[in-house]
């Protein structure tokens, strides 16, 4: 039994500190016996001859300085193996569904450690989510990690929910896993999540971890960190594809802010600490795939931006790291399009990796970057004819007015349980593109042109003729 | 001389020691592990310690032995070609120690200890050798000859040196005075390492990317910064450079950004050639990759690890490029240090002496005569991140005042998706004037001034753009839309670049001045053909306008040039009648 101090001196926030205890290691597990009998967990963040700081995960209220602390010897374990599949976990891994504790396989450190850069293979597995806005200008790969810029009351959930059922890779039919963990989101949001993996089946395949909203802010710091491990568990030892879906980030950084204000650091931009750019890095960086094994870690952070600000420190810092990001528009919202994904400041830095000849189509980078670039004239021309009215606009210009109509009627609209191929979606992409004048099509080949264009449909069939 | 003390204190990677008394900058190993750190801080009878690891679990009263060393790196054959972290631990070593993730508490040394290399000696027994002076060579690549140079402080009468098969460490040669002189050689990164003056940077680098030597060009030796918001083209900037400059050496430094974007160069960079020599691109590169998600104290060194390679190969006599993606990641790694040190802090929680540490790297480009007389240089390229796309942060603006190249990203470009998303109208390069020479004497007399042709066409574009904002592009004059219309097709025809096409992907010079050359031509002919009352529709909607656009494309362009050519020649001619 390790030795317990009642040495507590201060305690601020979430942190509490205990002097005079034999050496501490950094990182280290700590439990804390409250005087109600109740005990709690944290976690050391700063050890010194004199002084120990703990970060307690549920918080410290109705803790005083009467309480036990006895510190574990080692750092947070995550217990893992097969049997979680179809489990419903807390926000630090307890169990929530009534079902015994996990039978451990193994117990793995919580914080993982950063793969080898050498040792990553490639991500280039084009994964089709059977939405056009994805698949056809922001293509997902296996491996990546492509999270959702949002905001308040946009329909988030849904678009991560759709992509979960629809997504496959078209040429494999490996095992594959759904890992959601919750981050103070609301028990109706988490119900909503719950409900559909259920009717559908994918609760089979999935471990829950629910930090909801009334639960300890502080917990949500390890919540995706034992998501991230059970993932890392079923990809790298039972090869597994893996899909991570982390909701909601915002909340992440919030309690990471919290933490920073109660150690009286010097905070970086608007109160977030220094260090998030690195802390949040040790969460997204663990997507991926690795050499010479079979699985992969594919991730889905969901995040609502403050205020819609794309240049807030949260989706900023993100963008950043992750490979790319799907930006939900409330514009779009408010059109009644659905999914309202805006493509312009939406990208998939792995696409190139995914797409052409013998993956999705020859066509698909050079169609997807004049789609691209017509979207954006026509957009901005909105504002112009704004102005000067419609008829004041160039033949030219009324034409590519038209063509952002089109494209947000036809190409980013679709069903919530609408799953369209890759086919489907680049013929809608050229169907578009053939409502301009051929002239403008700079970024095409012309033998794609040729190939693909419907105006040369009728060539096409007559050179198909003996 | 190893002394040996306590850890007292762990927060992070900064662990305060006690009983041991290093000079600032010495290495230090803490705990059982030995967990490599550097000093970088004195306080009363204090060290404290930045460790270049994970230090979970590390507990006050462990050992912490000091080397009483700075932080070195070993520089000799087998640095090409090689990948390593932000403290030259090759990591391909780390994964045959200790598997697919990085753990802790294993050294490895930089270069290979027994791999074997024929030493070709260039002097003989009885020569008076100096500092920086070639004593030899091995041939590191098929194409990269490696010099081995007497180590900078180091001189006298060479009293043997043999020809043979040596490792990194065995004596190829020794001084009257006893010392022997190996392949490998070490330096202190944190120490630029000398040379004998230095010299004006004239010759620009030549990168492939149109708007780069065409608009803002960079001189080998010079210094640019590429500032933008995520997404916008930083890394792929950097890594065209990294394929198609024509620098000797290229050490690319991933400084806290993502593995996958490592994996890329190593996956691509075995397949594609060398325009100059053909040899694969891996054959000249070095590699360092401190990604984001590894240790911060770490991230910090690698810029400097990287400088030291690409001053030792500048030391041999060649052009090196050195890339650094990205500095704002390295100077948050000194802001969370220097937080956990509780220094006062500056502008945005930066230390007070941000300004002072940007300047000293980039000090340590430049172009040179070596200390062996050849000359030589190192070209630094940073990509900067700044929060939420604002160039008014402080390491960008501490870095504009330091650099000559600014190369302004631009999310509105990346959008609409025109790449390189370099904005012609915000960038600049002081190296301009100092290159004009070299162009006009090796591209073509006429140079200067098709360049500043296009600079105008795109600067009255832009004024033009505000009224046509306000009153709809129909309404301007014919000559005003011709303007518009030829602005546009240097935007998209020469300015924009798509590094993932084959053939696009580089453009050299000759290419280059033909391009530019053909649409000047076009707006020529336009011009006195609109003086002659052919409506600017007409030639808005001629064909070799449209050939041109696809042209670069081809990999016969010399053909598909004079096709376009041709069939301007012949619209123009028939419009006329
Ligand atoms: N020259 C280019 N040609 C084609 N695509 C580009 C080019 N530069 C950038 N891109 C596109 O923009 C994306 C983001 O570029 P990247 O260099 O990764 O941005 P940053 O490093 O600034 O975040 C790339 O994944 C690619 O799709
Ligand atoms: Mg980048």
Known sequence: MTKEYRTVTKIAGPLVFVEKTEPVGYGELVGVALSDGTTRRGQVLDTSKEAVVVQIFEGTSGMDKASGVRFLGETLKLPVSLDMLGRILSGSGDPLDGGPRVVPDKRLDITGSAINPWARDSPKEFIQTGISTIDGMNTLVRGQKLPIFSGAGLPHNDIALQIARQAKVPTATAEFAVIFAAMGITNEEAQYFMRDFERTGALKRAVVFLNLADDPAVERLITPRLALTAAEYLAYEHDMHVLVILTDLTNYCEALRQIGAAREEVPGRQGYPGYMYTDLATLYERAGKIKGRKGSITQFPILTMPGDDITHPIPDLTGYIT?????????????????????????????????????????????????????????????LAAIVGKEALSDRDKRFLSFADLFEDRFVRQGREEDRDIETTLGLSWELLGSLPEGVLTRLDRKFIQKYHPAHKGERAAAAKP | MEEKGQVYRVSGPVV?????????????????????????????????????????????????TNTAMPLMVELGPGLVKSIYDGIQRPLPVLRDR?????????????????????????????????????????????????????????????????????????????????????????????????????????????TGQRILD????????????????????????????????????????????????????????????????????????????????????????????????????????????????????????????????????????????????????????????????????????????????????????????????????????????????????????????????????????????????????????????????????????????????????????????????????????????????????????????????IPLSKIASMKSKEVLAKARFEKDFEGELKKVLELMASEFAAAGK
């Open chain 2, 98 to 206: 200790m598997g697919d993730f990085i753990r802790r508490g294993v050294s490895a040394p930089g270069l290979d200890r027994s791999r074997k290399w024929a030493f070709v000696p260039k002097a003989k027994p009885g020569d008076k050798v100096a500092p920086g002076q070639i004593i030899g060579s091995v041939q590191e690549t098929k194409y990269i000859q490696h010099h081995i140079l007497v180590p900078p402080r180091v001189s006298g009468t060479l009293s043997t040196i043999n020809a043979g098969s040596y490792t990194v460490t065995e004596t190829v040669a020794a001084l009257d005075n006893g010392t022997p002189l190996q392949l490998m050689q070490k330096w202190p990164v944190r120490m630029g390492r000398p040379f004998r003056n230095r010299k004006m940077p004239d010759v620009p680098l030549i």
């Open chain 2, 214 to 533: 065409a608009l803002f060009p960079v001189a080998k030796g010079g210094t640019a910064a590429i500032p933008g918001p995520f997404g916008s083209g930083k890394t792929v900037t950097q890594h065209q450079l990294s394929k198609w400059s024509d620098a000797e050496i290229v050490v690319y430094v991933g400084c806290g950004e993502r593995g996958n974007e490592m994996t890329e160069v190593l996956s691509e960079f075995p397949h594609l050639l060398d325009p100059k020599t053909g040899a694969p691109l891996m054959d000249r590169t070095v590699l360092i990759a401190n990604t984001s998600n590894m240790p911060v104290a770490a991230r910090e060194a690698s810029v400097y690890t990287g400088v030291t390679i690409a001053e030792y190969y500048r030391d041999m006599g060649l052009n090196v490029s050195l890339m650094a993606d990205s500095t704002s990641r390295w100077a948050e790694a000194l802001r969370e240090i220097s937080s956990r040190l509780e220094e006062m802090p500056g502008e945005e929680g930066y230390p007070a002496y941000l300004a002072a540490k940007l300047s000293a790297f980039y000090e340590r480009a430049g172009r040179v005569e070596t200390l062996a007389g050849h000359d030589a240089s190192v070209t630094v390229v940073g990509a900067v991140s700044p929060p939420g796309g604002d160039f008014s942060e402080p390491v960008t603006q501490n870095t504009l005042r330091i650099v000559k190249v600014f190369w302004a990203l631009d999310s509105k470009l990346a959008q609409r998706r025109h790449f390189p998303a370099i904005n012609w109208l915000s960038s600049y390069s002081l190296y301009g004037g100092i290159l004009d020479k070299w162009y006009n004497d090796n591209v073509s007399p006429d140079w200067t001034r098709l360049r500043g042709w296009a600079m105008e066409v795109l600067q009255k574009e832009a004024e033009l753009q505000e009224i046509v904002q306000l009153v709809g592009s129909d309404a301007l004059p014919e000559e005003q839309q011709l303007l518009l219309e030829v602005a546009r097709m240097i935007r998209e025809i020469f300015l924009q670049q798509n590094a993932y096409h084959e053939v696009d992907s580089f453009c050299p010079m000759s290419r280059q001045l033909q391009l530019l050359s053909t649409i000047r031509r076009f707006s020529d002919l336009s011009t006195r053909a609109m003086e002659g009352t």
């Open chain 2, 16 to 64: 305060t020691a006690e009983g041991i008394r290093p000079r600032m900058y010495d290495v230090v190993a803490v705990g059982q592990e030995k967990l490599m750190g550097e000093v970088i801080g004195l306080e009363g009878d204090r060290s404290i310690i930045q460790v270049y690891e994970d230090t979970s679990g590390i507990r006050p009263g462990e050992e912490v």
């Open chain 1, 323 to 383: 490979e790319g990001q799907i930006v939900i528009s409330r514009d779009l919202h408010r059109k009644g399009i659905y999914p309202p994904i805006n493509v312009l400041p939406s990208l998939s830095r792995l696409m190139n990796a995914g797409i052409g000849k013998d993956m999705t189509r020859e066509d698909h980078k050079s169609v997807s970057d004049q789609v691209y670039a017509a979207y954006a004239e026509g957009n901005d021309l909105r504002g």
